[in-house]
Each structure stands twice: as structure tokens, then as C-alpha cells.
């Protein structure tokens, strides 16, 4: 017999799994493995709790930006490049989750994602092959363009601006 909970976690998976199409399947397979532990673990964290609510609120805007299409801005807007899709789908794949909590993202008119820091003033911006990073403290700023891109040093730079 069908549980409850069996049932909503069933049309969870059902109804992200659809919007998904084109993201990896590292990613939803990601999705689908922290829909498995919120039913198994009842007793979570706040710590946790908030990284998972961190986690899919990220997701469902790189979900939401990912399906922008030409001129989603009413005027010359591109839409995210596949390039940046794979890559941050990558990151989201890669990262702990904890260094989501203190991150938004937003698409830019040409076609990158930026990623900002809710807790610093500092973003970075992620093209196809490269990505530029900023942090304002003490009232100067510094950063780096053009760094070559790689998960990895993407996350890094990721956990220079949340923390």
C-alpha cells in the first residue's frame, strides 16, 4: 500500500524530473537522491534543512533561467548558453551544499549566469570557458577576469564569496 509519503515523493521527483530536461543527469539524479534523504530523515539539522531549501532554490532558478529564451528581457537578451548550463549543472553536482546558503543567481542579457553573494558584496560572472569574480571589503574591491574555467576553481571562487 501506497503511503503518503510514498506518493508525494513520487510526484516530487515526477514533476522536477520533467523540468529538468536538458540538465544533466548528474544533477537530477543529485535532486533525486535529496528527495530520498528528506523522506528518510525526518530529524534533519536547521544547518541541513537550510542547505537543502538553499539547494533548490538555486536549482529552480537555474531551471527557470535554462528554459529563457531569445529576448526574454522584451528586447535583445540571448538566452544561457548550453555551455553555461553544463558547467554550472556541474558545479551544482560538485559543490557541498553549503556553500549554496548566501548565493542567488540571475541570467545576463548576453547569454552568462551571474552568481552573487547575499552575504558579501561579491559575484562572479560565468561565460562559456571563463568566468570574472569580484569582492568589495573594506570599501575596495578585488577580483580577478578571465580565469580559465573548471569546476573546480569555479567552486573555490564560490567559497571566497559566501564565506
Known sequence: MATAATLNYNSEVGLYWNLLKGVSSSVKSALV???????????????????????????????????????????????????DKANFSDVLNKIDKKYLDGLTIF????????????????GICLGDNAFS??????NEVSGQDN?????????????KIVK
Not at 539547494?55 to 531569445?70: A, C, M, P, R, V
Not at 548576453?110 to 552575504?119: A, P, R
Open 107 to 122: 541570467p545576463e542579457v548576453n547569454g552568462t549566469l551571474l552568481i552573487d553573494s547575499t552575504v558579501k558584496e561579491a
Open 133 to 138: 569574480y569580484f569582492i568589495t571589503e573594506n
Open 33 to 83: 537522491n535529496l528527495l530520498q534523504d528528506s523522506l528518510k530523515s525526518e530529524k534533519k539539522s536547521n544547518a541541513e534543512k537550510q542547505e537543502q531549501k538553499s539547494y533548490y532554490d538555486i536549482l529552480n532558478k537555474f531551471l527557470t533561467y535554462s528554459n529563457y529564451g531569445e529576448k526574454w528581457d522584451g528586447m535583445s537578451a540571448v538566452p544561457l548558453s548550453e555551455k
Open 147 to 159: 580565469i580559465p574555467y573548471s569546476t573546480a576553481a569555479l567552486i573555490d571562487t564560490i567559497k
